[in-house]
């Protein structure tokens, strides 16, 4: 900014230097009369943000927090999103849902949910955490940002003295790390070492990035650039928004008819897709979506490599929806939370919810009350299913594009492991294991990833006997086609995958129609405590049966008398990091960054992981359960 040009009776400059950590910051901030579009939006949030702290245990923020955060601003700046936001804002909180006080299925659309989605998930900044800034560049975007902030909360105070907004109060108290920081960094280095130095500042170096890495952290389309509307706080969407997930393709005819709460409700799920809103009450669906990331889409350009690993990605995590659907944290209501909050004080909303679940969760709710339903381990057996679909996909993909043989097909410790004789990873190729993800039996072969196998031998099962002896035999042969030589035959490999898919499916769809009782529930539990050693080596297959136990072990836990005190103790432990090896909580919330917060532990974790004491641990497990 050129200082000598600016108006003085236009705006004010100030100087002041705000430590970063890693570099001192000298920022300006600057005040102006320019036209803001959003304005009127903004208005409507922050008239209703006193209405939420009635209803929340937590204070709500002021209309000058609101103000002060570039994330909020970021979002209500967006027209579409701005919509939802100041829809779901005017929503009920937990008082009207108690008082069923504005129709049978208003519950649906609450405060909270929305609050926890724009103050909360790492999903509406992942754009922004990663957008490779040099440090010059940082200091830029902060200057840019404190302008910004600046210029619109001079106007909304200016224009609206109904609200009593106290300026003082308004602007950045420090550098927001959820805005800029050291993930940033990261990706700064990762795109020099993938494309060279300073490529990533021009337009063809940044479409590179934009194809390699916005897919996942922007929810973009390859090869597309969409145009932003006039008055958006950024010059980007700042992480993924509502319509990425809720919007299917173009067609936006839902976004109106979905206000409509009762008979949207009630409306089939194809009604709906039709209307063009995804259907993420579907469990597989949803489960599907979120895995396109966490696992890999190579037909929607979302595929991590090994040389963007080599280059510093973190590693892709096992991933197990249920836990990190919860540790997002969560903005919606499983099926469990809604059927409480539907219960009504008339017949006619006792015959609402009950509609709602049959017309969802047909099958499900057919054959016991939706009340009896363990939602959360029926949504973790799913997901399970999911993921091994997604990879059994990337398999026949990564033939396909030629990209056969990339290092990120293959389980990370069939190379990256400790070296030494008599280890316990060498002594499985001698022991017989139950793994339906058969081991290579010849040393040195790269394998599939594990982590996936602990509980898919439990939740192939849900498609009955004749599908699990056609899906056992056809793992046995895609092992077999791993096996055959150094990183697998890969045509062959793609055509025993692509008899491998439609089983999959079918036994998806079993599993959907399929109530989780607690008696399955407690037999699921009994099933993975039978894991032994051999079949938990890796540290993302020993975390991701240990996140399956605990799942199950809570949702047992909440119904008095069904879990023993001394088991509940037992799968309470495994959270111990320094007794099993294992971190099981997961970094969620903007307040904690993957980099460099947690990686650098988990990276230790992993390599000194060993299985003996989880093995013996969940031996003892089954004993208490029985």
Request: aromatic share 8%.
């Amino acid at each position: 900014m050129n200082f000598a040009s600016v108006n003085p009776t236009l705006s004010i400059i100030r100087l002041e230097t705000i430590d970063v950590g890693m570099f001192k910051l000298t920022t300006h901030l600057s005040k102006s009369s320019a036209a803001l579009a959003c304005i009127a939006a903004a208005i409507g949030l922050l008239a209703s943000s006193s209405v939420l702290a009635q209803d929340s245990a937590k204070p709500e923020p002021t209309p000058e927090d609101r103000l002060s955060d570039p994330v909020y601003m970021a979002w209500i700046s967006e027209p579409a999103i701005t919509e939802c936001i100041n829809c779901h804002y005017e929503g009920p909180g937990f008082s009207a849902v108690v008082a069923a006080g504005s129709g049978s299925l208003t519950p649906f659309s609450r405060r909270e949910e929305m609050e926890a989605w724009i103050s909360q998930d790492k999903h509406t900044i992942a754009r922004r955490r990663v957008e490779p800034f040099s440090l010059e560049q940082m200091d830029e975007e902060l200057i840019k940002l404190i302008d910004e902030l600046d210029r619109r909360a001079d106007q909304i105070v200016a224009q609206n003295p109904r609200l009593r907004l106290d300026r003082s109060k308004i602007g950045l108290k420090g550098v927001p790390q959820d805005w800029i920081g050291t993930s940033n960094q990261l990706s700064r280095r990762i795109c020099e070492k993938l494309w060279g130095e300073g490529t990533v500042d021009t337009p063809e170096g940044y479409q590179q990035f934009h194809d390699a890495c916005l897919t996942c952290h922007g929810g973009v389309t390859p090869g597309q650039t969409k145009e932003r509307p006039e008055g958006t706080f950024t010059s980007a969407p700042i992480g993924i928004d509502c319509l990425y997930c809720h919007q299917d393709g173009t067609e936006s005819a839902w976004e109106k008819e979905h206000f409509d709460s009762d008979s949207w409700r009630l409306a089939a799920p194809e009604y709906k897709s039709g209307r063009g809103m995804k259907d993420l009450v579907n469990t597989a669906s949803q489960a599907s979506m979120c895995l396109d990331c966490h696992v890999g889409n190579q037909s929607k350009g979302m595929f991590v490599t090994h040389q963007m690993y080599a280059a510093g990605h973190p590693p892709l995590p096992s991933v197990e929806i249920e836990t990190f659907s919860q540790e997002m944290p969560q903005h919606w209501q499983t099926p469990a939370q809604l059927y409480k909050n539907l219960a009504g004080t008339t017949d006619k909303a006792d015959a609402d919810r009950k509609t709602y679940f049959a017309v969802n969760y047909p099958g499900v709710t057919g054959q016991i009350d939706a009340d009896q339903v363990y939602w959360n381990t029926r949504k973790m057996i799913l997901s399970t299913l999911v993921a091994r679909k997604k990879t059994v996909q990337l398999y026949v993909d990564s033939v396909r594009s030629k990209q056969w043989g990339d290092y990120s097909l293959y389980d990370c410790a069939a190379c990256h492991h400790e070296l030494q004789s008599d280890s316990q990873r060498q002594a499985r190729y001698l022991a017989s294991t139950s793994s339906v993800v058969a081991m290579p039996r010849t040393p040195g072969r790269p394998r599939q990833h594990e982590w996936q196998s602990p509980v898919l031998n439990i939740a192939y099962r849900f498609g009955g006997q004749p599908l699990y002896e056609r899906v056992v035999d056809l793992e046995k042969k895609l092992a077999e086609s791993f096996d055959a030589q150094p990183f697998g035959r890969p045509e062959q490999v793609a055509a025993v995958c692509r008899d491998l898919l439609p089983v999959i499916d079918q036994i998806i769809q079993a599993a959907e129609r399929r109530p989780v009782t607690s008696s399955l529930s407690q037999s699921i539990l009994i099933g993975l405590t039978q894991t032994g050693a051999a079949e938990i080596t890796s540290y993302d297959a020993a975390r991701q049966l240990v996140w399956a136990i605990d799942v199950i072990g809570k949702e047992l836990a909440d119904q008095p008398g069904v879990l023993p005190d001394e088991a509940r103790q037992h799968i309470e432990q495994l959270h111990q990091v320094d007794q099993f090896g294992l971190e099981l909580d997961l970094p969620s919330g903007r307040e904690q960054s993957i980099y460099p917060d947690s990686l650098g532990q988990d990276l230790k974790r992993r390599a000194a992981f060993t299985p003996e004491a989880l093995a013996s641990h969940l031996k003892n497990l089954a004993g208490l359960i029985r």
